[in-house]
Protein backbone atom coordinates (compact mmCIF):
# COMPACT_ATOMS: atom_id res chain seq x y z
CA UNK A 1 0.00 0.00 0.00
CA UNK A 2 1.46 3.53 -0.88
CA UNK A 3 1.61 5.74 1.81
CA UNK A 4 1.29 9.89 1.85
CA UNK A 5 3.10 11.35 -1.05
CA UNK A 6 3.74 15.09 -1.42
CA UNK A 7 4.61 17.23 -3.88
CA UNK A 8 7.05 18.52 -4.65
CA UNK A 9 9.73 17.62 -2.37
CA UNK A 10 11.32 21.24 -2.46
CA UNK A 11 10.42 24.89 -3.53
CA UNK A 12 12.26 27.88 -3.18
CA UNK A 13 10.49 30.88 -4.09
CA UNK A 14 10.89 34.77 -3.98
CA UNK A 15 8.66 36.51 -1.54
CA UNK A 16 5.44 37.68 -3.48
CA UNK A 17 5.41 34.91 -5.36
CA UNK A 18 2.82 31.96 -5.35
CA UNK A 19 3.16 28.43 -4.31
CA UNK A 20 1.51 25.46 -4.40
CA UNK A 21 1.82 22.18 -2.23
CA UNK A 22 0.24 18.71 -2.82
CA UNK A 23 -0.68 15.73 -1.05
CA UNK A 24 -1.86 12.53 -2.07
CA UNK A 25 -3.20 10.30 0.82
CA UNK A 26 -3.57 6.69 1.13
CA UNK A 27 -5.61 5.64 -0.05
CA UNK A 28 -9.18 5.47 1.54
CA UNK A 29 -8.48 7.99 3.76
CA UNK A 30 -11.04 10.24 4.89
CA UNK A 31 -9.52 12.19 7.40
CA UNK A 32 -6.37 14.64 5.91
CA UNK A 33 -4.32 17.02 7.42
CA UNK A 34 -1.67 20.02 7.13
CA UNK A 35 1.13 20.66 9.12
CA UNK A 36 3.63 22.87 9.50
CA UNK A 37 7.07 23.26 11.12
CA UNK A 38 8.93 26.22 11.43
CA UNK A 39 12.44 25.69 11.71
CA UNK A 40 13.51 24.44 15.20
CA UNK A 41 10.05 24.65 16.54
CA UNK A 42 7.45 22.28 16.77
CA UNK A 43 4.82 20.64 14.40
CA UNK A 44 1.88 23.05 14.46
CA UNK A 45 -1.30 22.05 12.75
CA UNK A 46 -2.74 23.78 9.99
CA UNK A 47 -6.10 22.27 8.93
CA UNK A 48 -8.15 19.24 8.93
CA UNK A 49 -10.72 17.57 6.19
CA UNK A 50 -12.91 15.21 6.53
CA UNK A 51 -13.79 13.81 2.86
CA UNK A 52 -13.96 17.41 0.58
CA UNK A 53 -15.25 19.07 4.19
CA UNK A 54 -13.08 21.52 6.00
CA UNK A 55 -13.26 19.91 9.86
CA UNK A 56 -10.88 22.46 11.47
CA UNK A 57 -9.12 25.35 10.29
CA UNK A 58 -8.27 26.84 13.09
CA UNK A 59 -4.68 26.51 12.68
CA UNK A 60 -4.54 28.53 9.36
CA UNK A 61 -2.20 31.33 9.90
CA UNK A 62 -4.24 34.25 7.93
CA UNK A 63 -5.85 34.37 4.08
CA UNK A 64 -2.81 34.07 2.14
CA UNK A 65 -3.30 30.19 2.52
CA UNK A 66 -5.89 28.57 0.39
CA UNK A 67 -6.55 24.56 0.96
CA UNK A 68 -8.19 22.37 -1.12
CA UNK A 69 -9.72 18.64 -1.52
CA UNK A 70 -12.13 18.50 -4.44
CA UNK A 71 -13.42 15.26 -4.62
CA UNK A 72 -12.24 14.43 -1.37
CA UNK A 73 -8.93 12.90 -2.90
CA UNK A 74 -5.88 14.54 -2.99
CA UNK A 75 -5.77 18.12 -1.58
CA UNK A 76 -3.38 21.58 -2.29
CA UNK A 77 -2.16 24.09 -0.11
CA UNK A 78 -1.36 27.20 -1.96
CA UNK A 79 0.14 30.14 -0.32
CA UNK A 80 -0.60 33.66 -2.00
CA UNK A 81 1.08 35.91 -1.98
CA UNK A 82 4.40 34.30 0.45
CA UNK A 83 6.46 35.84 2.85
CA UNK A 84 9.30 35.45 4.37
CA UNK A 85 7.69 33.67 7.49
CA UNK A 86 6.11 31.33 5.39
CA UNK A 87 9.35 29.20 5.37
CA UNK A 88 9.47 25.47 7.03
CA UNK A 89 8.44 22.00 6.17
CA UNK A 90 4.96 21.19 5.55
CA UNK A 91 3.88 18.12 6.55
CA UNK A 92 0.64 16.22 5.19
CA UNK A 93 -0.94 13.09 7.03
CA UNK A 94 -3.92 11.29 6.29
CA UNK A 95 -6.26 8.78 8.42
CA UNK A 96 -8.87 6.09 8.43
CA UNK A 97 -12.24 7.84 9.72
CA UNK A 98 -13.00 5.19 12.92
CA UNK A 99 -16.16 5.26 15.16
CA UNK A 100 -15.31 3.50 18.28
CA UNK A 101 -11.76 2.67 16.90
CA UNK A 102 -8.29 4.34 16.84
CA UNK A 103 -7.14 6.58 14.75
CA UNK A 104 -3.51 7.01 13.68
CA UNK A 105 -2.64 9.72 11.29
CA UNK A 106 0.35 8.49 8.67
CA UNK A 107 2.38 11.11 7.55
CA UNK A 108 4.42 12.20 4.12
CA UNK A 109 7.65 13.21 3.80
CA UNK A 110 6.96 16.55 3.93
CA UNK A 111 7.68 19.72 1.44
CA UNK A 112 10.74 22.09 1.99
CA UNK A 113 9.47 25.88 1.05
CA UNK A 114 11.89 28.61 1.38
CA UNK A 115 11.05 32.19 0.74
CA UNK A 116 13.59 34.43 -0.02
CA UNK B 1 -5.14 24.00 25.45
CA UNK B 2 -2.97 20.95 25.01
CA UNK B 3 0.91 21.51 25.20
CA UNK B 4 3.74 19.22 25.39
CA UNK B 5 7.38 19.79 26.31
CA UNK B 6 10.20 17.53 25.24
CA UNK B 7 12.86 18.82 27.29
CA UNK B 8 15.82 17.39 26.02
CA UNK B 9 16.81 19.10 22.46
CA UNK B 10 19.57 16.93 21.46
CA UNK B 11 20.92 13.64 23.01
CA UNK B 12 24.13 12.30 21.58
CA UNK B 13 24.86 8.46 22.90
CA UNK B 14 27.53 5.92 21.89
CA UNK B 15 25.51 2.41 20.46
CA UNK B 16 24.63 0.29 23.25
CA UNK B 17 24.11 2.73 25.29
CA UNK B 18 19.81 2.99 26.68
CA UNK B 19 18.54 6.54 26.17
CA UNK B 20 15.39 7.87 27.50
CA UNK B 21 13.69 10.40 25.76
CA UNK B 22 10.98 12.37 28.13
CA UNK B 23 7.84 14.02 27.20
CA UNK B 24 5.64 16.08 29.33
CA UNK B 25 2.14 17.35 28.26
CA UNK B 26 -0.62 19.34 29.40
CA UNK B 27 -4.10 18.70 28.80
CA UNK B 28 -7.66 19.65 30.59
CA UNK B 29 -9.37 16.99 29.25
CA UNK B 30 -10.12 13.70 31.06
CA UNK B 31 -9.43 11.35 27.99
CA UNK B 32 -7.03 12.03 25.54
CA UNK B 33 -4.24 9.94 23.83
CA UNK B 34 -0.14 10.54 23.19
CA UNK B 35 1.79 9.65 20.17
CA UNK B 36 5.40 9.18 19.50
CA UNK B 37 6.93 9.44 16.07
CA UNK B 38 10.13 9.31 14.83
CA UNK B 39 11.46 11.46 11.75
CA UNK B 40 15.30 9.55 10.26
CA UNK B 41 16.98 11.26 7.78
CA UNK B 42 14.98 10.64 4.73
CA UNK B 43 12.50 13.67 6.74
CA UNK B 44 8.55 11.46 6.77
CA UNK B 45 7.02 11.22 10.51
CA UNK B 46 7.08 7.35 10.85
CA UNK B 47 4.48 6.39 13.65
CA UNK B 48 5.67 4.32 16.66
CA UNK B 49 3.07 4.15 19.11
CA UNK B 50 -0.50 5.52 20.61
CA UNK B 51 -1.53 5.20 23.94
CA UNK B 52 -5.07 6.40 25.69
CA UNK B 53 -5.36 7.91 29.10
CA UNK B 54 -7.03 5.58 30.44
CA UNK B 55 -4.39 2.57 29.72
CA UNK B 56 -1.65 3.42 32.53
CA UNK B 57 0.08 -0.10 31.50
CA UNK B 58 3.95 0.40 30.37
CA UNK B 59 4.53 -1.58 26.63
CA UNK B 60 7.41 -2.94 25.26
CA UNK B 61 7.98 -3.55 21.59
CA UNK B 62 11.11 -5.07 21.19
CA UNK B 63 14.16 -2.82 22.57
CA UNK B 64 11.39 -0.12 22.89
CA UNK B 65 9.29 0.85 25.81
CA UNK B 66 6.99 3.51 26.82
CA UNK B 67 6.20 4.96 30.56
CA UNK B 68 3.41 6.52 30.41
CA UNK B 69 2.70 7.95 34.13
CA UNK B 70 -1.01 10.15 34.38
CA UNK B 71 0.39 11.10 37.55
CA UNK B 72 3.15 13.54 36.62
CA UNK B 73 1.73 13.90 33.23
CA UNK B 74 4.57 12.17 31.67
CA UNK B 75 4.84 9.83 28.74
CA UNK B 76 8.36 8.85 28.07
CA UNK B 77 10.10 6.75 25.72
CA UNK B 78 13.48 4.69 26.42
CA UNK B 79 15.05 2.93 23.28
CA UNK B 80 17.80 -0.28 24.76
CA UNK B 81 20.86 -1.23 23.40
CA UNK B 82 21.33 1.87 20.72
CA UNK B 83 21.80 1.47 17.32
CA UNK B 84 22.97 4.07 14.54
CA UNK B 85 19.71 3.51 12.93
CA UNK B 86 17.96 4.99 15.67
CA UNK B 87 19.51 8.00 15.27
CA UNK B 88 16.28 10.56 14.57
CA UNK B 89 14.38 13.25 15.52
CA UNK B 90 11.83 12.08 17.75
CA UNK B 91 7.60 13.76 17.97
CA UNK B 92 5.46 12.74 21.48
CA UNK B 93 2.29 14.20 20.49
CA UNK B 94 -0.68 14.56 22.06
CA UNK B 95 -4.54 14.48 20.54
CA UNK B 96 -8.48 14.79 22.43
CA UNK B 97 -10.33 12.06 22.85
CA UNK B 98 -14.42 11.89 22.22
CA UNK B 99 -17.07 10.29 24.30
CA UNK B 100 -16.64 6.74 22.73
CA UNK B 101 -12.85 6.94 23.38
CA UNK B 102 -11.80 7.47 19.38
CA UNK B 103 -8.83 10.03 19.36
CA UNK B 104 -9.56 12.52 16.45
CA UNK B 105 -8.13 15.66 15.18
CA UNK B 106 -5.33 17.23 15.09
CA UNK B 107 -2.42 16.38 16.93
CA UNK B 108 -0.27 18.87 19.51
CA UNK B 109 3.62 18.00 19.21
CA UNK B 110 6.54 18.84 21.10
CA UNK B 111 9.36 20.18 19.63
CA UNK B 112 11.38 17.20 19.37
CA UNK B 113 14.32 15.66 20.74
CA UNK B 114 17.22 14.99 17.90
CA UNK B 115 19.42 11.48 19.16
CA UNK B 116 22.38 10.98 17.69
CA UNK B 117 23.71 7.55 17.93
CA UNK B 118 27.50 7.02 17.75
CA UNK B 119 29.40 3.86 16.65
Known amino acids: EAGVTQFPSHSVIEKGQTVTLRCDPI?????LYWYRRVMGKEIKFLLH????????ESGMPNNRFLAERTGGTYSTLKVQPAELEDSGVYFC??????????????FGPGTRLLVL | AQKVTQAQTEISVVEKEDVTLDCVYE???????LFWYKQPPSGELVFLIR??????QNEISGRYSWNFQKSTSSFNFTITASQVVDSAVYFC????????????????FGQGTILTVHP
Open chain 1, 93 to 106: ASSHRRTGGKETQY
Open chain 1, 27 to 31: SGHDN
Open chain 1, 49 to 56: FVKESKQD
Open chain 2, 27 to 33: TRDTTYY
Open chain 2, 51 to 56: RNSFDE
Open chain 2, 93 to 108: ALSRSNAGGTSYGKLT
